[in-house]
C-alpha cells in the first residue's frame, strides 16, 4: 500500500512537460483543413481566360472608333433652326385672330347709339369741358319748332308733378 502512495504523490507531484505542444482544437480541426488542402490541388492550375498581348493598350482606342459621333450642337443653333418654325406659327395665329375677331363685321357710326358715347364718357375714355361744349353748340342748328313738336303735354306734366319745389326755385335763380 505504501508503494500505491509513493506512486500517486509522484503523479499528484510537479508535472512533467515535454517540448512538444499542441494547440486546443487541434483534433476537431484537423479534418477541415486536410479536406481543404485536398480541394486545392485539385483545383485547376491554369487561367480559365486569356486576353491577347497587349490588349488592355488598345481596347479604348477599338471602342471608340466603334462609336458613332455625333455633332454637338450648341444652345443658339438650336434656336437658330427653331426661328423659322416659330414665325410661322406666329403669323398663323396672327391670320387667325384677325379672322375670327375682326373678320365678323364692322362698325360704322351709324351704329353707336348716345348710350354707347355715354358709357365711354362715364368710363373715363373722354373729356370735354364747357368751352368744347358751346363750340359744338353753336356750330349745331337747332329747330326750335321740332322740340316743341316733339314734347307732349304728358311728358311735360310728369315732370313738373315729380321735381322738387326746393329744386326748381334753386334752377330758377
Not at 40 to 62: A, M, R, V
Not at 124 to 139: P, R
Request: aromatic share 14%; glycine share 4%; net charge negative.
Amino acid at each position: 500500500m505504501e508503494n500505491k502512495h509513493s506512486n500517486n504523490n509522484l503523479l499528484s507531484g510537479p508535472k512533467i512537460t515535454s517540448g512538444f505542444s499542441i494547440e486546443n482544437e487541434y483534433f476537431n480541426s484537423i479534418e477541415d483543413s486536410f479536406y481543404c488542402k485536398i480541394l486545392e490541388e485539385n483545383l485547376p492550375k491554369s487561367h480559365g481566360f486569356k486576353t491577347p498581348p497587349q490588349y488592355f493598350d488598345f481596347i479604348e482606342d477599338n471602342i471608340l472608333s466603334k462609336t458613332k459621333k455625333f455633332p454637338a450642337q450648341t444652345f443658339f443653333q438650336k434656336v437658330r433652326q427653331l426661328i423659322p418654325t416659330i414665325a410661322a406659327a406666329s403669323v398663323l395665329l396672327f391670320i387667325a385672330l384677325n379672322y375670327f375677331t375682326f373678320g365678323s363685321k364692322a362698325i360704322t357710326f351709324d351704329e353707336i347709339t348716345a348710350i354707347d358715347i355715354e358709357n365711354w364718357y362715364e368710363n373715363g375714355y373722354g373729356t370735354v369741358d364747357s368751352d368744347e361744349i358751346a363750340t359744338t353748340l353753336e356750330q349745331s342748328d337747332f329747330d326750335d319748332d321740332n322740340f316743341l313738336n316733339s314734347t307732349k303735354d304728358h311728358d311735360i306734366e310728369t315732370y313738373l308733378e315729380n321735381i322738387n319745389t326746393t329744386t326748381l326755385i334753386d334752377e330758377i335763380r
